[in-house]
């Protein structure tokens, strides 16, 4: 082959790599405009709103996932992102948005990780949660058995209950926590007793307890003697399932021992909201402001013995208050370890500021009431009611 033929045949070949070259740019940059093919075929699902796509970076460019999960704060970032697509522009038009994981709710780590399973009677789950919604009220409720108890495999002593009595007109919410005595080995017993039995006896009271409490709401001076009468009968009447509680497991009213706190709530939408708590022990009610916390129900008041007291024991220590919240304030119903949770730092600097925005989802609130608090180790109860603000729509 002569000199000429050798010059001809390099041109060749290097013209073929350049051309190759510029083909691949090309297709990379056609497959950016959506005009090719993928190399491997997507799974694209078309909605009418716009929606985030997964870019898969291991995989060519083109090759996307959609999913419908709307996206707040844009701004780009230079490294594995999600896309939103803009419907209502063409569909290569996309904004790159930094893909953040669910922020997880303090103390989330500890919900699921119990040293063992308590081998005793009478078992009770780790941690419970419930909720609702009635118009604008939305309430939580959570109880979570603490650190000591999970560490030495012991039961939560703790009990949350809520239900709709519908007897009471309007109806009204009843809100009741409960918290059986630590150095109790059963007291899980009396605070799960005490709570399902309340329901039955304010149903029974639910009309003269109705009337009682509108009275006391319109400015009846007589009122207020009325529903001690009647508060103290419900009361009353909680003895004899407590004791006969713990005489089919041959236990002393002492092993079932126990406090209570009831809050109950007028449902319906209207400028206030009415309340009624009652309750023996050293359970509270505490109003979250924007200005900071009121208390509404003092577990303390007339004397700090007063919060030591339990049922069956001393049915005669019933104490109530009646109160009334507006739009944008949290009603808090609470054990006395919760009490002790919710006035610490922890809960000041990372929770109360967000329960006052609004209702966070159920596994979050378990999570906040699972935060970690050293002045606080015990189990933790609560019953949270939202007031939704005007004019703020519904989450």
């Known amino acids: ?27 990379e940059l056609l ?31 083109e090759v996307v996932t959609y999913v419908d999960r709307p996206v707040e704060v844009v701004t780009y970032v230079d490294r594995p992102v999600e896309v939103v697509k803009h419907v209502d522009r063409p569909v290569e038009v996309v904004t790159y948005v ?24 009478d078992t009770v789950p780790d941690s419970v949660v419930d909720g609702a919604r009635f118009g604008r009220l939305t309430v939580r409720a959570a109880s979570v058995r603490g650190e ?37 080995r059963r007291s899980q ?3 799960a007793q005490v709570c399902r039995s309340v329901q039955h006896r304010l149903s029974e009271a639910a009309p003269d307890l109705d009337a009682a409490w509108r009275a006391a709401v319109a400015g009846d001076p ?13 009361v009353l009447r909680l003895v004899d399932p407590l004791t006969e509680a713990a005489r089919w497991r041959a236990l002393g009213p002492e092993d079932v021992a126990t406090d209570l706190t009831c809050l109950l709530t007028r449902l319906g939408d209207g400028p206030q909201r009415e309340h009624l708590v009652f309750g023996v022990g050293a359970g509270s009610v505490t109003v979250l402001r924007t ?32 109160f009334s919240t507006t739009a944008g304030e949290v009603t808090v119903a609470c054990t006395a370890s919760t009490t002790r949770l919710l006035s610490g730092p922890r809960f000041a600097d990372r929770i109360a500021a967000e329960w006052l925005d609004g209702p966070p989802a ?11 608090e050293p002045q606080s180790r015990g189990d933790r109860t609560a019953i949270v009611l939202w007031e939704k603000k005007a004019g703020r729509e519904d989450g």
């Open 222 to 234: 007589a009122a207020s003697g009325l529903l001690d009468r009647l508060l103290g009968d419900v």
């Open 98 to 121: 930094e893909h953040e994981e669910p922020e997880t709710p303090p103390g989330a780590e500890h919900l699921a990780d119990p040293e063992a399973l308590p081998d005793v009677p």
């Open 362 to 372: 159920l596994i979050r609130f378990l999570g906040h009431l699972a935060l970690p």
């Open 148 to 184: 000591p108890a999970r560490q030495n495999a012991q039961l939560r002593k703790q009990t949350v209950s809520l239900a709709v009595l519908e007897l009471f007109d309007p109806p009204v919410l009843l809100s009741a926590v409960a918290a059986g005595r630590p150095s109790s």
């Open 189 to 191: 017993i009396g605070a």
């Open 31 to 61: 497959a950016r405009l959506a005009l090719l093919p993928a190399t491997v075929a997507p799974r694209i699902q078309y909605v009418d709103r716009p929606i985030e796509v997964v870019k898969h970076v291991d995989r060519p460019v």
């Open 1 to 27: 082959m002569d000199i000429f033929s050798t010059i001809v045949t390099i041109l060749l070949l290097a013209s073929l790599v350049a051309c190759g070259v510029l083909w691949r740019r090309e297709r």
């Open 291 to 322: 200005d900071g916390p009121a208390q509404a129900y003092d577990p303390e008041e007339g004397g700090p013995e007063r919060s030591k007291e339990l049922l069956p024991t001393s049915p005669g220590a019933v104490r109530w208050e009646r």
